[in-house]
């Protein structure tokens, strides 16, 4: 899946947050801050946890974490699906250019 998570989330700057029931991870958020600004590197939600809030909750308790370290913005690139990008402008995210990075300012 993601190989190498755990030594990053050990690196300086990086965060992880794992949503976890009755033993079952439900889903996962991975971060790192890098010159001033929060980047979300990895989110994913399981199908069968999907539409309970657990990403909208994951990327709320990191943008906590980012505004507490100053970051000025908050930065992910999300695959190209309407469902996805449906998900992150619902969250306040704002597409950057004609790509399929977004950001949104904390």
Request: charged share 20%; with cysteine.
């Amino acid at each position: 899946m993601y190989y190498g998570l755990p030594q990053k989330v050990n690196e300086k700057n990086h965060t992880m947050f794992v949503w976890d029931e009755g033993g079952f991870t439900c889903g996962f958020l991975t971060a790192y801050m890098k010159l001033g600004n929060a980047h979300i590197e990895n989110q994913y939600v399981d199908k069968v946890c999907q539409r309970r809030g657990i990403g909208a909750q994951l990327i709320s308790a990191y943008e906590q974490i980012a505004r507490k370290q100053g970051a000025r913005h908050i930065i992910l690139q999300s695959r190209n699906t309407v469902q996805a990008l449906r998900f992150y402008k619902k969250m306040g995210f704002e597409q950057i250019a004609h790509s399929k990075l977004m950001g949104k300012k904390l």
